[in-house]
């Protein structure tokens, strides 16, 4: 049996397939897991005004938070590109905000089975966040 990792690694493959790219044609799809085992994807839509795109991971994350799906264990990000989609940094910011404690995990569509697993402060290290109990 596939394990939660490559469980979810398939989905966020799956979930490319829902990519608006028309203008880069660089399809993303990404897969988070929640707490209870459930899966929520996302994939990258983009706009003639380009810096109004949302990354795949943000999709999948805005969906899932939305949905009040707010314990995330773990994102799976996959596109064609060797080694596999990084996340961009306003994706890492908002994962330090709401999934702080999620595995990342990064694959190329091209080679499923090798998976990379980075954290989200190993992304990014001291991220800002308004902790209100802190202020
Ligand atoms: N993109 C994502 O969806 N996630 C990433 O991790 C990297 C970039 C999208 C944004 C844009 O639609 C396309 O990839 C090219 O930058």
């Known amino acids: 049996m596939a394990s939660n990792k490559n469980k979810l690694v398939q989905a966020a493959g799956r979930a490319r397939a829902g990519a608006v790219a028309p203008y ?3 399809q993303v799809g990404a897969a988070l897991l929640t707490r209870t085992g459930e899966i929520i994807t996302g994939a990258n ?17 805005f969906k899932a938070l939305t949905a009040g799906q707010k314990d995330l264990v773990a994102i799976a990000v996959v596109a064609r590109w060797a080694g596999g989609p990084m996340p961009c940094g306003a994706c890492r910011q908002l994962l330090a905000e709401y999934a702080p404690r999620a595995r990342v ?7 499923l089975k ?6 989200v402060p190993g992304l990014l290290p001291s991220a800002f966040v308004f902790d209100k109990e802190a202020a």
Do not use: P, Q
């Open 105 to 111: 995990w990064i694959a190329d569509s091209a080679n």
């Open 114 to 119: 090798k998976i990379r697993t980075f954290t």
């Open 24 to 26: 880069s044609k660089f």
């Open 45 to 61: 839509v983009e706009s003639a005004s380009y810096g109004l795109t949302c990354c795949a991971e943000r999709v999948a994350l």
